[in-house]
Nanobody
């Protein structure tokens, strides 16, 4: 069992930055690929980014590529999402998720592939 707790959300102006954190419980954090998803009001939860167990490989949704950076610190059981050049369209609840069975070539954008989810943190981009 893994428990995930997100933090770092808030209100930011367009063009601003935020850094989200997701801390995991337990001693098996490094055995999970970690992802970030987001869900805007009235929309489906969508993939944002994934980082592999080692942290050497990352993937991003086209909508955030070049603006967001996912990273992890396995010693601290924490995954991060650095969000720059934020736009109103980035407004959503952001969730981190853990994938125990990720492998190269798997569909990391599918919600169903993730085993554990955090409770979410609200990000609002508005002037």
């Amino acid at each position: 069992q893994v428990q995930l707790v997100e933090s770092g959300g808030g209100l930011v102006q367009p063009g601003g930055s935020l850094r989200l954190s997701c801390e995991a419980s337990g001693r098996t954090f490094s055995s999970y690929a970690m992802g970030w998803f987001r869900q805007a009001p009235g929309k489906e939860r969508e993939f944002v980014a994934l980082i592999t167990r080692s942290g050497l490989t990352t993937y991003y949704a086209d909508s955030v590529k070049g603006r967001f950076t996912i990273s992890r610190d396995n010693a601290k059981n924490t995954v991060y999402l650095q969000m720059n050049s934020l736009e109103p369209e980035d407004t959503a609840v952001y969730y981190c998720a853990a994938d125990r069975t990720y492998y190269s070539g798997s569909d990391y954008s599918k919600k169903q592939n993730y085993d554990y989810w955090g409770q979410g943190t609200q990000v609002t981009v508005s002037s």
